[in-house]
Structures are given as C-alpha cells and as structure tokens.
C-alpha cells in the first residue's frame, strides 16, 4: 500500500482501493498519487476498466481531509493532473472507469463518483454534498450534478447538503445498479469482465463520442463524428477489429480481438 491506496493489478482490470482510516479522505499528495495511478493506467494497452472502491464497509470515501486542511491544505492545493480522485479531469481517459461505492460517499467522494462512467453501489450507500456548510461550494459536483439529475433536485443537494439513499440515487439514476454489500464488489468485477469482452478500439470510441458530443444536439454531433474530428472514432472503424467482429459473428466463434 502507498499513500493510502491498495492496487489489485490483474489485467485487464485495475482495482484501486482508497484505504485511509477512519473515512477514506483523500489528501492532496493522496490525489496526486491516485493521478499518477490512473495516468498508467490510462496509458498501458494491458489494460482495458479500473474499478475504484473503499476500504470497509463504512465510507467509499469522505472527501477532502479536513484535518489536512486545518493544518493549511488549501481547497486550491495541486491535486494532480488528475484532478480531485485522480481520474475526474484527467485528459484522453477513454478507458471505463467503474466507482463500486461501498458506504458514504460524501464531498469530494461523491464528486469522483458523479466523475465515474458506471457506478455500482451497496445498499447501505449513502450520498452527500456537504461544501456549503464547510463554507466553499463543490466545483465538480457543482458543475456535473445538475448534467446527470433534474437541476432542481441537484440545487437541493448542493443547497441542504442532503443526504440520499441508494432507492432515491437509482431512480435518479445516479446509479446503475444497488445490490447488497456483499455482492458489491462480485457485481462490479462481472461489469468489468464484460466489458473486456468488447472491442478495445470501439468502447474508447464510445466514450470519446460521448465526452466530445455531450453539450451538442443530435444532428450537430452526428456531423462532428463524421467529420474526423473525434480520432477514435475513426480508429475503431478503420482497425481490424471492425472487420473481425463481424467474421467472427458469421463464424459463430469468440472475435479474437488485436486493438489494431
């Protein structure tokens, strides 16, 4: 373990476990190593999903260290090239990223989990944005919350600070699946499995079209993608893969796929 993470390399999915007693906080130097960790990981072919977890059954992860930041840990400190959790703004990350989130999730701990592509989450979960009585507001959950739920019901937890159950985060579709804790990690690795079993080429694509395309209308990002701007895209269509997904179909075998 380095600095309060436990990595389970077993390619081709990463695990990453925040592991910093009591809460799972995350300091800046902790930030900063989570973006090393998940700038290799975005990096090496190897590997194709990370799934990002908490030590426990407690906290998935409380956020900010408040006690760093009473010693002088400013809400401006470098987080990493990362940002906040390592892979929120990380550039070019078209690797899926899994958060299996295994108790509270509160502050910064909630801003990586609406950062995530897919979200598994145990029942005793629970999520909140309590910034605004700490006295700053939450930037990146300030930004995304309002993007993946009605804005009036994210202006209600970024205002109140309130907490929400895992009934209420599947119907606002917060997250994709709630099972019990002890199936939390089982669910998440079985997501993970299948997605490898896709072509590497098209599920970067996927992602990149999604990122690329989110704030435009349907036919405007239908044009761009067919424009060349969106580089994976071409890529995916263009490998050997798009060729031997179809063979393989027509063969009634596995595709063996190359990422070329």
């Known amino acids: 373990m380095d600095q309060g993470l436990r990595i389970l ?3 081709p999915v990463l695990e990453v476990v925040i592991d910093r007693p009591k809460a799972n906080a995350i300091d800046a130097a902790t930030s900063r190593f989570m973006g090393d960790v998940f700038l290799a990981f975005r990096d090496d072919p190897a590997y194709r999903v ?3 977890t908490g030590a426990g059954d407690r906290f998935f992860s409380a956020g900010w260290d408040l006690k760093a930041a009473s010693e002088g840990e400013s809400y401006e400190a470098d987080w990493g090239m990362g940002g906040f959790g390592g892979f929120p703004e990380l550039k070019g990350l078209n690797k899926p990223v ?9 502050g910064g701990g909630f801003e990586i989990v609406v950062s995530a592509d897919l979200v598994m989450a145990a029942d005793t979960a629970q999520f909140l944005l309590p910034e605004a009585f700490m006295g700053f507001p939450p930037d990146i959950g300030t930004v995304r919350l309002p993007r993946q739920i009605p804005p009036i019901l994210a202006k209600e937890i970024l205002l109140t600070g309130a907490r929400v159950g895992m009934e209420q985060a ?3 579709g917060l997250v994709n699946r709630v099972v019990p804790s002890g199936e939390l990690m089982s669910t998440a690795r079985a997501l993970a499995e299948r997605i490898c079993e896709a072509a590497p080429l098209a599920v970067e ?14 036919a405007e990002a239908l044009n761009f993608i067919r424009s060349g701007e969106v580089a994976a895209y071409r890529r995916a269509l263009d490998s050997s893969d798009a060729i031997e997904g179809p063979r393989a179909f027509a063969e009634r075998r596995p595709p063996r796929w190359t990422g070329a």
Do not use: D, F, P, Y
């Open 9 to 11: 390399e077993n390619a």
């Open 50 to 52: 990370a799934i990002l």
């Open 98 to 106: 899994i958060c299996a989130v295994n108790g509270i999730a509160a």
């Open 170 to 172: 599947l119907q606002w």
């Open 205 to 218: 694509a996927i992602l990149e079209m999604i990122r690329a395309t989110s704030q435009m209308g349907v």
